[in-house]
């Protein structure tokens, strides 16, 4: 019912930039929050920064300076600007949604209801030196 695409990743040097983006699709009534995710090689999918629908921000402090997270509502997008990249930046970097509620048909019309979380298929950062 809901799909998130990600797009943007790839390789670059130490000090380069990098912009992410993901887009939700489906019969999205509304999400909660967006956020992005990473996962180095031997170590745990960390938080990078998430976004409420209301703009509120949350960085992890390692990336705080440095990444910027924005979203469009209207069309269920949120990106992710990455400057300064350093090597240990280097992750797949997931997309993450939260709290989403969809819209399906019933016999008593369109209805509104709660949808898991959901993620995207993962995007690789790799960041040289």
């Known amino acids: 019912q809901v799909q998130l695409v990600e797009s943007g990743g790839g390789l670059v040097q130490a000090g380069g930039s990098l912009r992410l983006s993901c887009a939700a699709s489906?019969?999205?009534?509304?999400?909660?929050?967006m956020g992005w995710y990473r996962q180095a090689p031997g170590k745990q999918r960390e938080l990078v920064a998430s976004i409420t629908s209301g703009g509120d921000t949350n960085y992890a402090d390692s990336v705080k300076g440095r990444f910027t997270i924005s979203r469009d509502n209207a069309k269920n997008t949120v990106y992710l600007q990455m400057n300064s990249l350093k090597p240990e930046d280097t992750a797949v970097y997931y997309c993450n949604a939260d709290r989403i509620t969809i819209t399906i048909a019933t016999r008593m019309g369109p209805t509104v209801i709660p949808y898991f979380d959901s993620w995207g298929q993962g995007t690789q950062v790799t960041v040289s030196s």
């Open positions: 489906g019969s999205i009534f509304s999400i909660n929050a």
